[in-house]
């Protein structure tokens, strides 16, 4: 004789529980399979032509070929990238909206008021790396060292210019640091982003550009553009002869630019894996990488999610304690 077990209210609620839970992994194996959709939509929130954008259009290619799908990027620049990053903090978190950021994102929360949660509303997806500062002049300018500036400025305080990607980025606030430990004033004339930024630089406009070593560095080497100074610890390669801010007597003073790519929260971990390696793949393939490390003279990291949440929390901190301490906002 078969002997059939009695059918509880437990034994129901157990197996509706298995239920769900096969269920689960049945809709997330078919989640995987179904993504990518037709379209990837990458977000870059600053304009054309800056090294955010630049990132984005190396992985381009790359992307669509591993993931099939047509990778569109959009440029939804303003407020120094919080406007599109907003965007991208409020999209459906399926896989079709993603964001790639600069440093501006560790620093926008201490200088304005956020539509989003920084840290909650978005989910790091890959630490692309750093890279420092470069401060710039026109050739035709007759500075060729940092003391140079320093004596021009003590003379005639606030007379010289100098441009960044706008206010409250790493190069404004490393700036602010810097002309505060050498007792000198400047006028800051911000841009909206790295683009109009290097159109102004090279055409002499304003009298200095700080900017990370990725977005000056092909107009260095072409020489349309003179470094005076970088802010790593170390010389970076392609500007050996130009000294740190360290050699130049500003004991520990290292500031660094960074880019990375997030998601919206609540994007599935599948999806967000699949992303990650998909772009260090890309920008590993050997053109990708000498134009990120060579042209761009970029320190790739690749860091997954915990060391890119690591990271921003860092930088949060560091760079959120100058903004208030110089009493920095948007729109100065």
Not at 12 to 21: D, E, I, N, S, W
Request: proline share 6%; aromatic share 6%.
């Amino acid at each position: 004789m078969i002997k059939i077990p009695m059918l509880t209210r437990r034994t129901f609620a157990k197996r509706g529980l298995a239920a769900a839970v096969l269920g689960g992994f049945a809709s997330t194996a078919a989640r995987a399979e179904a993504w990518p959709t037709s379209v990837i939509n990458i977000i870059v929130p600053f304009p054309a032509g800056g090294s955010v954008d630049q990132l984005a259009r190396i992985a381009q290619n790359g992307l669509q070929q591993r993931l099939g799908a047509n990778v569109i990027i959009e440029n939804k620049p303003g407020a120094q990238g919080s406007i599109g990053t907003g965007l991208v903090a409020r999209a459906k978190p399926d896989g079709g909206t993603w964001v790639m950021v600069f440093d501006t994102h560790a620093v926008n929360p201490s200088l304005q008021t956020m539509t989003f949660d920084t840290e909650r509303d978005l989910e790091p997806v890959l630490l692309i790396g750093t890279s420092p500062h470069l401060l710039c002049t026109h050739p035709g300018r007759p500075y060729k060292a940092f003391a140079e500036i320093v004596a021009a400025a003590k003379k005639d305080p606030g007379k010289l210019t100098y441009g960044s990607i706008g206010t409250g980025s790493l190069g404004h606030l490393t700036m602010v640091l810097l002309t505060k430990k050498a007792g000198i004033e400047m006028t800051h004339v911000p841009y909206r982003g790295g683009g109009p930024l290097l159109n102004d630089a090279l055409a002499g406009h304003v009298d200095f550009a700080i900017a990370s070593s990725a977005l000056v560095a092909t107009q260095v080497a072409a020489g349309s553009l003179r470094p005076l100074l970088q802010t790593g610890a170390t010389r970076l390669g392609n500007v050996k002869d130009v000294p740190t801010a360290i050699e130049a007597g500003f004991t520990g003073f290292e500031s660094y630019a960074w880019w990375g790519a997030l998601a919206p929260k609540g994007t599935p971990e599948d999806l967000k894996t699949r992303m990650h390696d998909a772009l260090i793949a890309t920008y590993k393939e050997p053109q990708n990488f000498a134009q990120l490390s060579d042209n761009m003279q970029i320190s790739t990291t690749f860091g997954g999610a915990p060391e890119m949440a690591a990271w921003i929390s860092k930088q949060i901190k560091i760079w959120g304690d100058v903004a208030r301490e110089n009493n920095i906002k948007a729109g100065q």
